[in-house]
């Protein structure tokens, strides 16, 4: 799997665009904004929109961060999960990270 992760600053918010390629068609991903790094792992700071592969394995989502929400120096990072949700441990392992620039 491979993908990129694109931001767009807007007046006191943000735009974060994910696009992924090599995923299972069909398949169905939460995804989120955390706080560090993806080599040193925080809390989820912001819930993005679930990123859904279309039936050749690519997939697109935008969501728009509200002000307030500006990345600090300290890091952020964009995390797509294994599964739909957090209904069952094997849906939690990460499947694509990368890391946020600071603002």
């Given at each position: 799997m491979s993908g990129t992760g694109d931001i767009v600053k807007g007046t006191g918010s943000f735009?974060?665009?994910i696009k992924l390629t090599g995923?299972?068609?069909g398949s169905i991903h939460v995804s989120h904004v955390h706080a560090?790094?993806?080599s040193q792992p925080g809390g989820i700071v912001y819930n993005l929109q679930s990123v859904v592969a279309s039936s050749s394995g690519t997939a697109t989502t935008t969501t728009t961060?509200?002000?307030g929400y500006l990345v600090p120096s300290s890091g952020w990072y964009v995390n797509v999960h294994f599964g739909p949700d957090?209904?069952?441990a094997k849906y939690a392992p990460s499947i694509s990270c990368g890391d946020?620039?600071?603002a």
């Open positions: 735009t974060l665009t995923m299972t068609p560090g790094r993806c961060v509200p002000a957090f209904t069952e946020l620039q600071p």
